[in-house]
């Protein structure tokens, strides 16, 4: 693992008490400030009484303090070890809001719990699926995440409504949110210390400060909501839970499509811990997964109104800041668990104007974008990965301006095309299925000694390593060793005669074998030349030396087959 410069607080990196409370409460306020729509849009569906709304929505908070604590933990099972904070996902809003019309919070309650169960359910599977989910769909989540993350930003700041129409004449509140997004971007270019730290919860408290003095805020009435709401400490809801199976369906494609946005998460948090980060390690995605979700299925047992996922803005905002440590997550938990004990503290994070929000959520999406691309051109591409890429992009932003297209499809149709996410992977997954069809991961060539041209073997090489999506730098590692084979083929190969050159991929290793007529390359003697050993110099021992050294060097094995029927061979792997 090579640690970026940038990073100040990895993973496992202890957090001093100052940072684990500011970092904990910048990130509180916007996931708060941006998820906390979803609970109370379900809870106004089920025309509850203010004494049972208040008490789900606390039991919410309580419920997002506990899958963020899952989340962070870095268990055998449970939990990825990243900081990956939870948040009130859309995905379940409208199953939500069906449940709690039909059958109210115990139906909520059980189709949560069952959504959860699916999600757990899914994760052992991962390892299994991997030859279908490879390295360039991880990235392509991650672009569409922050795509998505992007245009809920400018929406936000434009105030721009679910009918993608302006809610209000002329320039509005919008002004806050350009205010906002430039104070961020201020901070974290030109900020040092604390400031670039915590520049975004700085970027809001100007934001608010400007609201307020605007006028779009009452101040008064935050403040009288603090003081007489006073304390209250959540109580489990005392109902059993109920389930119905006609939206079954509707919770477990949710269910696929947090899982989908958890691992696109996931990927953006290794690849923020390594600058030489090469693929998804599936192992931790899992237990991320699994603990994403058992949060919702505590959170439906508990009571609350919908279902968490992990939180994309927060993991931008750790790239920005330079903070990915996940002891993080305890001080984000504590925030909910204060805010679930002082309901009139929620009137802030509900009070606080969605421009501002956006301006946060935008400067989030610059990173999360950035590290999709990096994960896409990190591997090489032949048309059908091109195309694997940007026909499901197109597809995906489709549904993002074009909604209207999508919603006219047939209720069963829209559990699949409910969402860019699921209309991004769900395609790209389905072309990656079609375009396997003819793909060997196996290739061979034949040639004489006299055609051993380095741009042909460099071009054949390119063109295997583009068929199976192969790292770029370990393909061109593939192709100095052949060149560097190539080179010294008249002291090798018999005159007039061919080699055979075998590669294998199969993700995790490249295998190159080199079977030729001739004379052995040996490794014994490919030790560098002593000084006494320069008054007897042989030049074609040196030149073998140097040959056998570089070699060794490229290839992470290097192995001498015994010669067969006259044919020597040379077995070289290198790591993936």
Known sequence: MSRPSTLIL??????????????GLQHCAVILGVGIAMPLLVLARGDLDPQTTRQMLSLALVGLGLATILQIQRGKIFGSGYLAPATFTAAYLPPCLSAMETGGPALVMGML?????????????LRRLRPYLPPEIGGLAVLMIGIILGLLGFRLIAEIGTAHVVTHAGIGLSWLGGITLAAIVAFNIWGTGNV??????????GGCVAALAYGAMDGATLVDDLVTQGVALPMPMLQMPSFDPLLASEFAISAVACSLRAMGDLITCQKIEDTRWVRPDMTRIRGGILADGLGTLLGGALGSPIGTNTFSGSIGLASATGIAARRIGYGIAGWCFLIALLPG?????????????????????????LNGILVIVSRLMDARRILMIGIPLVLGLSRSVYPEVYTSLPAEMMAVFGSDLMVTIGSALLLNLIFRIGVSQ????TLPASELQPDRLENWVREQGSHWGARADVMRAVSHALVEFADGRDGLMTPETDIRIDLSFDEYHIDLRLTYAGFPLSFEDSAPIRQEELADIDMDMVEARLRAIL??????????????????????????
């Open 196 to 205: 670039r730290l915590y520049g975004t919860l700085l970027g809001i408290i």
């Open 345 to 369: 503290a929620m009137s802030f994070f509900i009070a606080i104007p969605k421009p501002v929000l956006g301006g946060v959520l935008i400067f989030a999406a610059a990173y999360i974008m």
């Open 10 to 23: 990895a993973a496992d990196d202890p957090v001093p008490g100052k940072i684990l409370v500011l970092a």
């Open 551 to 576: 070699l060794r060097r490229l290839a992470d094995k290097v192995s001498i087959r015994p010669p067969a029927n006259g044919q020597q061979s040379i077995d070289m792997r290198f790591d993936h």
């Open 442 to 445: 196996n290739a061979s060539l």
């Open 113 to 125: 719990i069952f959504a959860g169960l699916v999600q757990m359910a899914l994760a052992p599977a």
